[in-house]
């Protein structure tokens, strides 16, 4: 395959970095699974451009990115809408986007959410660290040298002419999620969630959370009603393995969601995120409103497979790649 | 203790927490580590990872692929041979410290909280082989029990913002390394010119899991000349 340069680095943006699906198997070593945050945003960006789902793309925060095509290439722009412009006119998100050698791509700042994806048709050529082209932003490695994207970092691709055809192909608007200022968090209870008390488990069902400025790609810290522990049990457990998505409780009481940049935990954790709903937490920021809801196993396998029907059903739909 | 039945809770709906007993021992830890090498060795179909702790096991799966019935079946039945279950020996491991000064800022704090001299905190820490219980927190970062008695310390009032990377640190009962600069709350005692994390290299950490460590301690000079 011919790799060749498709993009350059104009400006770089708050912190736009190289994420794939996530780097697995590596826990025990405390090496932590980083990845796109929102995952269902990041393999449309990629399907729609003819990639494998779990290709490389730019994970874009809030607002600054602008890059310019070094030659013909197949984008598509997914998950948050940071107003992204080609030639500084709107460029169609959720769509496989033609661009021409010498245009340029621009994110001009948040409408709703908070990260897009930008997928290039042919991908982002870099080599994998322990099976993963993710960055690790914290232990700096991984994606380029371990660090965000910066001024004058050129972006090559795998046979990108081979993509083009993939242009208009459009992932249908009734299965794009919604990102508005309050979000809604479907959760199963547990691991520890005996060790709070019954008041406790009502007050984080019941109450408003607001997501604080300290958030990042490692936890979202939210404050709030104070969650109350048993009396008899201490601050913190014997530390143990943690996924994203599970919700600690710090002695304070105020809760912080854990999301892909830790392997473990010495805190309690009162209920963890549905997978269904990882996606959404990529999308939440600073200023946002959160609030918990209690489901069943069963019916968290079902919004499970019915987000990966919705995944099934585009990929099924779509020409794919000789 | 160890439980007489093993503590499943689950974690969402794609990973469990399977714990062994209520405490932090090297028997229960061992075990631990006797369940995450026969788990690894034969992964069940759907099986993402499994990430050994003190006293449990994380277990991750992929709910579509596998279910968690037949996960528990599975960690019932290892539990019945699990005394058979053979497991290589862990390996022994020297690490360099150079103690005190700039690079164990706290290593008069600890002398005068236990009523000793520098150099007597120097030898309990280097007098005395540890185990690895887990890696955790960031990659490679070791924690490392038990330290003697007369060592015993609480944590910093105040957490360090900015811990350089190699620094050798007690709190509690434990000692750690950072692999790379980040916050922490221990008493920092020396620093070691030792590469805890290589992404590049197989397996990626120096230490793993009930590995046996010595602290050796260097002079100034050594240390700037180790090679890097």
Known sequence: ?322 | MFYQKLLYRSMGDRSVIVELGDQISPEINRRVRQFAIALMEDPAEGLVEIIPTYRSLLIIYDPLKLNVVRLKNRIEDLQKQIEGIQIPEPKTVEIPVVYGGEYGPDLEWVARYHKISPEEVIQLHTGTTYQVYMIGFTPGHPYIAELPKALITPRRETPRTNVPHGSVAIAKNQTVIYPVESPGGLHILGRTPLKLFDPFQSPPTLLEMADWVRFLPIEEEEFKQWPR
């Open chain 1, 1 to 322: 395959m011919a790799t060749v340069e498709t993009f350059e680095v104009v400006a770089p943006g708050l912190l736009t970095s190289v994420q794939d699906k996530g780097r697995f198997g590596y826990g025990r070593f405390g090496v932590a699974p980083s990845g796109a945050l929102d995952s269902f945003s990041f393999r449309v960006a990629n399907l729609l451009v003819g990639n494998p789902e779990n290709e490389a793309c730019l994970e874009i925060t809030l607002m600054g990115l602008k890059l310019k095509a070094l030659t013909v290439v197949a984008i598509a722009v997914t998950g948050a809408d940071l107003q992204a412009c080609s030639n500084d006119k709107p460029l169609d998100m959720w769509t496989s986007w033609i661009l021409g050698k010498g245009d340029t791509v621009s994110f001009r700042g948040l409408k709703g959410g908070c990260r897009s994806y930008l997928a290039i048709g042919g991908g982002i050529s870099l080599p994998e660290v322990m099976g993963s082209k993710s960055t690790n932003l914290s232990s700096k490695f991984g994606g380029l040298d371990g660090r965000p994207l910066q001024k004058g970092d050129i972006l090559s691709s795998n046979s990108p002419y081979l993509h083009l055809k993939t242009g208009g192909s459009t992932f249908p608007q009734a299965w794009i999620p919604p990102y508005g200022k309050e979000r809604h968090l479907r959760v199963i209870l547990g691991p520890q969630d005996d060790q709070f008390t019954e008041k406790g488990k009502k007050t984080f069902l019941g109450s408003p959370y607001q997501v604080s400025p300290d958030s990042d790609r490692t936890g979202i810290r939210l404050t709030g009603p104070m969650i109350e522990r048993r009396p008899e049990v201490s601050e913190s457990i014997i530390s143990e393995g943690v996924i994203s998505g599970t919700i600690q409780v710090p002695g304070d009481g105020q809760p912080i969601i854990i999301l892909v940049e830790t392997v473990t935990g010495g805190y309690r954790k009162i209920a963890t995120v549905i997978t269904a709903d990882l996606p959404l937490l990529g999308q939440v920021k600073p200023g946002d409103t959160v609030t918990f809801k209690q489901v069943s196993l069963d019916d968290a396998y079902e919004a499970l497979r019915e987000m990966e029907g919705r995944i099934k059903g585009f990929k099924e739909g779509i020409s794919t790649l000789p």
